[in-house]
């Protein structure tokens, strides 16, 4: 092996260690140690490099939204190998059937994965955090994370609110007229 990424780390008769810096996906395949004998003895082993996927961008939201529209998000990493599983979270609930496409990247190694999340939003879901979870067994355990929070626009409900439900004749009465809306 001719690279100078490829270092040896130690050679005696018992036994010849090297290591790989800055592993790259072209380093996957075989490997064989030759230990010139009579007959010569081999032994071969077979490197896998994971793919760590980029970090997830989620798209479609501009701001802002009008109550009862059909939002549609999409979720997005690449260089992922094996292809990255991505999930949805909505006020840390996680939300199932979501659409899932897989797309193999430009070097005919990696994946570039994307998920999509259709919902109708009402002002209950004004200042909620859209969180994107991308999984994969290069991340430790520790998936990486992209987040959208929503706004929300929607028309004024209002009522009018008595200081007293039940006013007596000669008293003060105070009535506040109180509107939710936004903006």
Partial sequence: LRDN?????????????????????SDEGQYTCSLFT????????YLTVLG????????????PVMEGDLMQLTCKTSGSKPAADIRWFKND??????????EEDANRKTFTVSSTLDFRVDRSDDGV????????????????VAMQVLEIHYTPSVKIIPSTPFPQEGQPLILTCESKGKP
């Avoid at 990424?5 to 996906?25: C, N, T």
Wanted: net charge positive; aromatic share 4%; charged share 25%.
């Fill in 5 to 25: 990424r490829i270092e040896l780390v130690r050679a005696s008769w018992h036994e010849l260690s090297i290591s790989v810096s800055d592993v790259s996906l």
């Fill in 38 to 45: 009579m007959p010569v003895k081999t032994s071969k082993a």
């Fill in 52 to 63: 760590v996927p980029e970090k997830p961008q989620i798209s479609g939201f501009s701001s």
């Fill in 93 to 102: 609930k996680e939300i199932k059937d979501v659409k899932y496409l897989k």
């Fill in 129 to 144: 955090a859209v969180i994107c979870k991308v999984d994969h067994e290069s991340l430790n355990a520790t998936p990486q």
